[in-house]
Structure formats: C-alpha cells, structure tokens
C-alpha cells in the first residue's frame, strides 16, 4: 500500500496536529468569550490519538532556542500587519455589516498549513503570514509567543485544534514528519474516524465544547472527496480589571451605519489610557490580567471601513505604543453581542494566497499524498462572537471599578478627555506585552 506507513495513525506517537484538512476540505471554527480546554469531551475514545506520546522532551517543545520572555519582535510586526489585512479584506467583502475575526487563531492555521506545503503554493502563504520570517523562525516564534501568554482561568486566550482524518479512505496518506513537526509547534487533538454521520455529529460536538456552547455547529455533512478536516478554536474569557457599576450602566443613542438610531444600554466609565492619531481617537480598558480591550472611534465622517483601510499593522502598534496613560478619559460604550461567519477562501486569494485553493497547482506535498488526485484546501470558514457587557468580555467574575472624578478636582489644569462609541467604531482585544490583536473587529450595528 502506498506510503502506508505515514498514514498509520501510531498510538506511539503523540498527534496534536494543528492543521488543514484535506482533500483538503480547511474548517475553522473560532469565538470570543468561551472557553477551551484539552480535553476530548464527548468524542468517543477510541478515535483519539495521543500523538505527542514518544516524541523527545526537547522535540516536543519544538528547539525554539527563544527566550522564556517571548517572541522576536519581526514576529509581533508580521503578525499584527497580518490582523489588520485580514480585517480590511473582510471589511472590503462584506455587507457593511458587524465584523469581527480571530488573527490568532487563523494565523495558527495557516502556519500549519504551510508547514506541509511547497514552491510557489509555501511562497504564498508566507507571503499572507510571515513576510519577514521564514517558516522554521515562524514555528519557533508562535511557541515562545503562545507558551508566554497569560491564562489565569479567569482570563486568557485559549487556543484549541483538532485534526480528523478518514481512516477509511486508503489512498490518502499523512507523512509523520509533518504531523511531529505541528505537534512539536502547535499543539492538538487527533481523531480517525470513518467520516461519516456519527463523525460529523462528534466535530460539532468537539466545537461545541470548546466554545461553551457560542458555536455549536460547524458543518452538517462531509463531502465524499474531503480527506482530512481541522476545527480550530480561540475562546477569550475575561474580566474587567474595574468592572462598571450599576449607576454607571444608562440608557443612551447608537447611530448605526446605516443612519438608523437605537437605544441600548450604554457603559460608562473613567479610563486613564487614551489613544489617538490623525483620524481617530479612542481609549484602552484592561481586562484583569494580560490583554486589554482598545476602542478606536474615527473622525465624525469617516466610516470605520475607511479608517481601516489606512492603517497597517505598525500603524496600528504604533498608536497602542504611544498611548497617554495616567490621564482621565470618560468614556461610553454599548454592551453589545455579535455573530459573525465568513467563507475566507476569497479573502485569502486577495491577500495572495491563490495557489493553495487550485485543486491542480497546489503543493502540499509535506503533508502527504492522494492516490486518487492533488491535495488542495477546499474551504476555510470562519465564525466568531463577542459579548461585550459590565462585567467583561463575556460575563465572568467581577472586581472593582474606580472613578477618576476626585482625581480632577485635586488638579484643575489635568486634561481630561472624551470618548463616546455613539456610532460605528473599530475595537481589538490585545495582548498586551506585544500589542497583538487577538481578535479585532468594526461595529456598525448595534441593537435588535
């Protein structure tokens, strides 16, 4: 049979594959404010494999030879750059309506997918992820930013991936290199399975968990020429460092992008991070430990779409970098809650990752081989979503907030400034000793 011995699933070695699905059929499924952990859930035993089990101590935490402090500084400029495209070509192919995505999480992806590709289909990816890194500096970067990022249980980012391969279909074969190699990098679940009914009901059920319910199906059946499936999750679960106070919770006005006025409940409070550059102003919150939340409001006139489409990922860095702290920002923002989902193969395409969809020029070679035809990425989506009430992102637990009001009195010549999300407006959720956006997005529309 050929290459057989790459495709045996081997219980003595450890998967925890992170990466495309194959024929390749590339699923992602991503959230803000869930939670994630490593276990399997409701998935039936016996199709997990522990593919980290044999791998070397020091294989396993993948020879990065980085610092325990973090990653090299190329990789937060790559990466942020990466978030900032990504959400202007979902901006540029939407319907003007709520966007929000997961750089983090398809970054990861994409990584991983690159790892087994090859020729102009490598050059592409990287072109999208990693245009100053190669892809071994790449691998070593995302584990030293991933193993360093903070995770209290009551707030964190928490990463979860699973591959799934038809074990059923003899003609596909997954080389061991490559699976050793996410799994030393990026760390995951795999599951052979028949793909049939019951496999689709136990990926959603995998999703389901791992997003806390936010997302509960993926996909409702498999196409007969789809090999290999990867779900993909980001759960965010945080809580205000100041959580606001019933008296700072009132009524107010949103003007949605469409012009339409809608009163919801509004959040108000005094911040002391303020952030600005020639086209917008805005403000940081911190969550309680780790990541902050950052609100960007364009200038009266522009569209948020347009704002966007200004700024790169230094730009973007950069504003967060050159923040004013210590001074008294009132703020004011919806508690607002959104769904969004999205098909990124064109998106992907726009921002020059062509070759990895074209079911004939594809090279992902590294990743293994179909008898019956070429390995190619049939279609990623994407869903997310994001709450956004007094208690956090997501309600979790709450801690205190403090007013800065005394504070202006006892120095009557501190500039106290004023930001009031009334209208369409760009926000991140950002780590915050890299100025990383995990998951950024526009709000249009708020309100039922």
Not at 34 to 59: A, H, R, W
Not at 111 to 124: F, K, Y
């Amino acid at each position: 049979m050929k290459n057989r011995r790459d495709i045996k699933i081997k219980k003595e070695i450890k998967q925890r594959f992170m990466q495309i699905q194959a024929g390749i059929f590339l699923m992602l499924g991503m959230l803000c404010c869930g939670c994630g952990n490593g276990e399997s859930g409701n998935i039936p035993e016996e199709t997990y494999v522990d593919f980290m089990q044999g791998l070397k101590t020091e294989d396993a935490a993948g020879g990065s030879g980085m610092e325990q402090g973090g990653p090299e500084e190329v990789f937060c400029t790559d990466t942020a750059d990466f978030a900032i495209r990504l959400l202007q070509e979902n901006l540029k192919q939407g319907d003007g309506g709520n966007v929000m995505v997961s750089p983090a999480a398809v970054l990861g992806v994409l990584a991983m997918t690159a790892n087994g590709a090859g020729g102009d289909t490598l050059a592409q990816i990287s072109s999208v992820i990693a245009q100053n890194q190669d892809m071994e500096q790449l691998n070593r970067n995302w584990k030293a930013w991933t193993d360093s990022l903070a995770g209290t249980g009551q707030t964190g980012l928490y990463l979860a991936d699973s591959v799934w391969l038809k074990q059923t279909d003899e003609a596909f074969s997954v080389k061991e290199d490559f699976l050793k190699k996410n799994a030393s990098f990026y760390g995951m679940d795999l599951y052979g399975t028949a793909f049939d009914t019951d496999t689709v009901e136990d990926m959603n059920s995998w999703v389901n968990e791992k997003t806390g319910g936010r997302i509960s199906r993926m996909l409702d059946s498999i196409p007969e020429e789809t090999v290999m499936y990867l779900l993909n999750t980001a759960s965010f679960e945080a809580e205000w460092e100041r959580i606001y106070k019933e008296y700072e919770i009132k009524s107010g006005t949103f003007t949605n992008a469409s012009g339409e006025k809608k009163t919801v409940p509004f959040l108000y409070s005094g911040e002391s991070v303020y952030i600005e550059d020639e086209k917008a102003v805005g403000f940081v919150k911190p969550y309680k430990e780790g990541y902050y939340f950052a609100a960007v409001l364009p200038e009266e006139g522009i569209r948020p779409e347009e704002y966007a489409a200004s700024l790169d990922g230094e730009a973007f860095r950069s504003m967060l970098a050159d923040a004013k702290t210590e001074k008294i920002v009132i703020t004011g923002m919806p508690k607002f809650e959104a769904v969004y989902e999205v098909r990124l193969n064109d998106i992907l395409r726009a921002m020059g990752m062509e070759e990895a969809f074209d079911r004939k020029k594809a090279d992902f070679g590294g990743i293994g081989s179909y008898a019956d035809g070429n390995l190619f990425i049939d279609e990623i989506l994407h869903k997310t979503y994001i709450a956004v009430n007094e208690l956090g992102t997501e309600a979790t637990a709450a801690t205190e907030m403090n007013m800065a009001a005394e504070a202006a009195e006892e120095d009557p010549g501190l500039e106290i400034y004023h930001v009031y999300l009334n209208r369409p407006f760009v926000y991140a959720i950002v780590e915050e000793r890299t100025n990383i956006p995990v998951f950024i997005g526009v709000m249009n529309e708020v309100g039922e």
